[in-house]
Each structure stands twice: as structure tokens, then as C-alpha cells.
Nanobody, 124 residues
Framework: VQLQASGGGLVQAGGSLRLSCTASGRTFSTVGWFRQASGKEREFVAAIRRADRNTLHTDSVKGRFTISIDNAKNGALLTMNSLKPEDTAVYYC????????????????????WGQGTEVTVSS
């Protein structure tokens, strides 16, 4: 079982990026994105349940980021618009075979599988 995150890069403030999480080996019920900025703890960004496409986004990205299922890659996309310098971080995709309720989706411990991370840098 492998997860691979891609799509990161350098972008100016106000720009957009689309991150992709590709999963191989099994189909996951819930996929999430987390990020970790330099010197800070990892934080939840967004999650989606495959069965009903139910999504959860952390408050700081609502209206700017959108998570969606990518059936072709058995994973999830994170479309990021109106990027801000404070979005700069390494972004990790995570997945679980569990169909997580909303209160659990933001908990990193609920995800068994993690990708290697893709770096996003937003310049001011």
C-alpha cells in the first residue's frame, strides 16, 4: 500500500495549486490532507469520505481550498486557490479504510497510511 502526494511548488500569493494524492494497493474510505509548516506542528487541512463525498475543511482554508475524490488515481485532489504566505508548508495526504465521522476526520491518528509530502511555498 502506497500513497504519493504531488503537485506542490512555488507560487505567488493569490495564486493556485492543485495537489494530488495517488493511492495504490487498496481503496480507501476516507482521505485527508494535513500540512506542517517549518517549526510548527502538523495540522489538519481537509478530508473527504469516498462513500458519500462528505467533506470537511479547516476554517482557515474554507472558501479557498476544496478536497475532491480522484477516482482515476484512487485518491484525492486538493485544489488550492487564493493562496497566502501562511499556507506555506509541506502537505501530506493520509488515508484510512475507515469511514470516519466528522469529529474523527481531523485526527491524524485515525489515518493508517501516509504519503511522503509535497512542499508548497507561497511568496508574498
Amino acid at each position: 500500500v502506497q500513497l504519493q502526494a504531488s503537485g506542490g511548488g512555488l507560487v505567488q500569493a493569490g495564486g493556485s495549486l492543485r495537489l494530488s494524492c495517488t493511492a495504490s494497493g487498496r481503496t480507501f474510505s476516507t482521505v485527508g490532507w494535513f500540512r506542517q509548516a517549518s517549526g510548527k506542528e502538523r495540522e489538519f487541512v481537509a478530508a473527504i469520505r469516498r462513500a458519500d463525498r462528505n467533506t470537511l475543511h479547516t476554517d482557515s482554508v474554507k472558501g479557498r481550498f476544496t478536497i475532491s475524490i480522484d477516482n482515476a488515481k484512487n485518491g484525492a485532489l486538493l485544489t488550492m486557490n487564493s493562496l497566502k504566505p501562511e499556507d506555506t508548508a509541506v502537505y501530506y495526504c493520509a488515508a484510512t479504510r475507515k469511514t470516519l465521522i466528522k469529529s474523527a476526520q481531523a485526527m491524524s491518528a485515525q489515518y493508517e497510511y501516509w504519503g511522503q509530502g509535497t512542499e508548497v511555498t507561497v511568496s508574498s
